[in-house]
């Protein structure tokens, strides 16, 4: 892994930022789909998606990089975790060919958007007990289940359900994934009520009975149950999309942490009081040095994991995913908080925008899973200490 960015990245860091900084800044309830479309037409939304698909070719580090600069600028897109990086990194690995050259393209420059199903009101961050289920009524699929906590379903045109079904040798239930077109029978969305203020609402999903065909299951039709690549196929296709999520959720933490970090450091630089910038006190200097320093650790393994991800090893990335969303979270509330604090009563004025992070940090410690199941995750598969559940 390169520890130090290529000129190819600096050059795209720079001008993500540019762009970013100089659209209008996206504000809470507007529609941003003019700032999607016009990052899709530089190449931004796609930038992981393969070439032959109208893709820039890249991978997860570009992506992320991506992201992590717009929101920086104030103008995050939480739908890049979403569309080209989850589903987007799913359908190009494991997809069809069919189902490539329906989706990759149009993903890609922005035409259209998949949104992500995978949370259940029972299951949490359990995945093994996700209740969505789908069965074989002749050549179609039925799919019956609820999912809450989905981003963006009234903006996009297909969501990739998470279900299981049953494993025809075994018998036992095994993970898959659907594309669930916005408009299929008896596929029922609802807004949640969020005290958070996001462009991108949340939904809860209802699938009663929902009929697809063959061709909307990942990777293949009848002979191929669980997608290309035997009956763990379905497994793979999960954890392909959760690590991408998770470096995502990471890159748009240090991007709102960077944001945040930015006025502050200007407000310290020319608010005076006592005749001297109050940046000038160590009780003001010091906290904003810890969390720029916090920040970019937490970049670097952000980056180690999307190198590891685009490199294809999926263990080596799933680990590292989950230490950069961990580290990208706290690194981000403490920034939030810190910059909140520095303002003084201006850091809870409308006019200066950082009151509205402080909900938005406390995010990315919650999802797309919890801190503590991520400290679960490194104390038994990178410690080996035992499970207690």
């Given at each position: 892994?390169?520890?130090?960015?290529?000129?190819?990245?600096?050059?795209?860091?720079?001008?993500?930022?540019?762009?970013?900084?100089?659209?209008?800044?996206?504000?809470?309830?507007?529609?941003?789909?003019?700032?999607?479309?016009?990052?899709?037409?530089?190449?931004?939304?796609?930038?992981?998606?393969?070439?032959?698909?109208?893709?820039?070719?890249?991978?997860?580090?570009?992506?992320?990089?991506?992201?992590?600069?717009?929101?920086?600028?104030?103008?995050?897109?939480?739908?890049?975790?979403?569309?080209?990086?989850?589903?987007?990194?799913?359908?190009?690995?494991?997809?069809?060919?069919?189902?490539?050259?329906?989706?990759?393209?149009?993903?890609?420059?922005?035409?259209?958007?998949?949104?992500?199903?995978?949370?259940?009101?029972?299951?949490?961050?359990?995945?093994?007990?996700?209740?969505?289920?789908?069965?074989?009524?002749?050549?179609?699929?039925?799919?019956?289940?609820?999912?809450?906590?989905?981003?963006?379903?009234?903006?996009?045109?297909?969501?990739?359900?998470?279900?299981?079904?049953?494993?025809?040798?075994?018998?036992?239930?095994?993970?898959?994934?659907?594309?669930?077109?916005?408009?299929?029978?008896?596929?029922?969305?609802?807004?949640?009520?969020?005290?958070?203020?996001?462009?991108?609402?949340?939904?809860?999903?209802?699938?009663?009975?929902?009929?697809?065909?063959?061709?909307?299951?990942?990777?293949?039709?009848?002979?191929?149950?669980?997608?290309?690549?035997?009956?763990?196929?379905?497994?793979?296709?999960?954890?392909?999309?959760?690590?991408?999520?998770?470096?995502?959720?990471?890159?748009?933490?240090?991007?709102?942490?960077?944001?945040?970090?930015?006025?502050?450091?200007?407000?310290?630089?020319?608010?005076?009081?006592?005749?001297?910038?109050?940046?000038?006190?160590?009780?003001?200097?010091?906290?904003?040095?810890?969390?720029?320093?916090?920040?970019?650790?937490?970049?670097?393994?952000?980056?180690?994991?999307?190198?590891?991800?685009d490199a294809g090893d999926d263990i080596g990335a799933g680990e590292a995913a989950n230490m950069a969303k961990y580290a990208a979270g706290e690194a981000c509330v403490k920034a939030v908080d810190q910059a909140v604090h520095t303002l003084g009563g201006n850091g809870l004025t409308r006019e200066y925008g950082l009151a509205q992070l402080i909900t938005a940090a406390r995010v990315s410690r919650i999802a797309p899973v919890s801190r503590e199941m991520i400290l679960n995750y490194v104390s038994h598969q990178t410690l080996?200490?035992?499970?207690?559940?």
């Amino acid at each position: 892994m390169p520890l130090i960015e290529s000129e190819e990245h600096k050059a795209l860091r720079e001008a993500v930022a540019s762009f970013a900084r100089n659209h209008p800044r996206t504000t809470t309830g507007a529609d941003n789909r003019h700032f999607w479309q016009e990052a899709a037409k530089l190449g931004y939304i796609g930038v992981n998606l393969p070439e032959a698909y109208g893709g820039g070719g890249g991978g997860i580090t570009e992506l992320s990089l991506v992201l992590e600069e717009m929101g920086a600028a104030g103008n995050p897109l939480l739908m890049m975790i979403v569309s080209p990086a989850i589903c987007g990194t799913v359908i190009s690995r494991f997809g069809t060919e069919a189902q490539k050259r329906e989706w990759l393209p149009a993903l890609a420059d922005g035409s259209r958007l998949m949104a992500f199903g995978i949370t259940e009101p029972d299951a949490g961050s359990n995945s093994h007990r996700i209740t969505t289920t789908a069965r074989r009524d002749g050549g179609d699929w039925l799919l019956t289940g609820r999912k809450v906590f989905v981003s963006g379903v009234d903006i996009a045109d297909a969501t990739l359900i998470v279900g299981r079904t049953e494993d025809a040798r075994t018998g036992k239930l095994k993970p898959c994934l659907f594309i669930v077109p916005r408009d299929a029978e008896g596929f029922q969305r609802r807004p949640i009520d969020m005290e958070l203020t996001s462009v991108e609402k949340q939904f809860e999903l209802v699938l009663d009975d929902v009929r697809l065909p063959a061709d909307a299951l990942v990777g293949g039709g009848p002979s191929h149950a669980f997608g290309s690549g035997g009956e763990d196929a379905g497994l793979l296709q999960l954890f392909a999309g959760l690590n991408p999520e998770r470096i995502m959720t990471a890159a748009f933490a240090i991007g709102m942490g960077r944001h945040a970090l930015a006025r502050a450091v200007e407000y310290a630089r020319e608010r005076i009081v006592w005749k001297v910038p109050i940046g000038a006190h160590q009780a003001i200097a010091h906290p904003l040095a810890q969390a720029h320093i916090e920040l970019e650790m937490a970049r670097l393994m952000m980056q180690k994991a999307a190198h590891l991800c685009d490199a294809g090893d999926d263990i080596g990335a799933g680990e590292a995913a989950n230490m950069a969303k961990y580290a990208a979270g706290e690194a981000c509330v403490k920034a939030v908080d810190q910059a909140v604090h520095t303002l003084g009563g201006n850091g809870l004025t409308r006019e200066y925008g950082l009151a509205q992070l402080i909900t938005a940090a406390r995010v990315s410690r919650i999802a797309p899973v919890s801190r503590e199941m991520i400290l679960n995750y490194v104390s038994h598969q990178t410690l080996g200490l035992p499970k207690s559940y």
